[in-house]
Antibody, heavy 118, light 110 residues
Framework: QVQLEESGGGVVQPGRSLRLSCAAS????????MHWVRQAPGKGLEWVAV????????YYGDSVKGRFTISRDTSTNTVFLQMDSLRVEDTAVYFC???????????WGQGTLVTVSS | QSALTQPPSASGSPGQSVTISCTGT?????????VSWYQHHPRKAPKLMIY???ERPSGVPDRFSGFKSGNTASLTVSGLQADDEADYYC??????????FGGGTKLTVL
């Protein structure tokens, strides 16, 4: 079955960078788009970014555009989220999710916690 | 894009039905029938419950149903069970390669 496992979270100071990874298995990774979604403490879900199945198209939420970069590696079935110029308000659990039809997210990982604090 | 509006909480007794609303303010929400709903138990992976307004993925019981009219979508959980207690989020594709979520509704089974 589909498995998505995020890693790379931790505590980082404001202005610094962090790279998250999401290892995918159980499906044809190169055939599906992939998303990152986050949840700040006590808050709801927020869509962060998406990358198309072939890696050619990438789109971002307004709050992270210009600071975060999504990428993928089909040789390792991994999707990444490079987070630069981190802010306190980026503190959240970050989930990766498998895209379906560019409409919805049909499988999710359990998330990795990123804490931005001085 | 503004977040979709959901009530912060909902509740019902076992066996009862409860409906959670999800209201959008933009014309894009009304235009696209790409509303999905997710169940989220804390510290677990969110789970897709409804897609394309009223379609259920394989394995999701038919106690869960969705509806949309104009700018408002809804999720109805019938025959409430203890394990239904969770946070529920609506989400919609709103065009221009963007997705927007609701603020979430905490469902309590009394």
């Amino acid at each position: 079955q589909v498995q998505l496992e995020e890693s790379g979270g931790g505590v980082v100071q404001p202005g610094r960078s962090l790279r998250l990874s999401c290892a995918a298995s159980g499906f044809s990774f190169s055939s599906y788009g992939m998303h990152w979604v986050r949840q700040a403490p006590g808050k709801g879900l927020e869509w962060v970014a998406v990358i198309s199945y072939d890696g050619k198209n990438k789109y971002y939420g307004d709050s992270v555009k210009g600071r975060f970069t999504i990428s993928r590696d089909t040789s390792t079935n991994t999707v990444f989220l490079q987070m630069d110029s981190l802010r306190v308000e980026d503190t959240a659990v970050y989930f990766c999710a498998k895209d379906r039809l560019w409409e919805y997210f049909d499988s999710w990982g359990q998330g990795t916690l990123v804490t931005v604090s001085s | 894009q503004s977040a979709l509006t959901q009530p912060p909480s909902a509740s019902g007794s076992p066996g009862q039905s409860v409906t959670i609303s999800c209201t959008g303010t933009s014309s894009d929400f009304a235009k696209y029938n790409y509303v999905s709903w997710y169940q989220h138990h804390p510290r677990k992976a969110p789970k897709l419950m409804i897609y394309e307004v009223n379609e259920r993925p394989s394995g999701v019981p038919d106690r869960f149903s969705g509806f949309k009219s104009g700018n408002t979508a809804s999720l109805t959980v019938s025959g409430l069970q203890a394990d239904d207690e969770a946070d529920y989020y609506c989400c919609s594709y709103v065009g221009n390669n963007k997705w927007v979520f609701g603020g979430g509704t905490k469902l309590t089974v009394l």
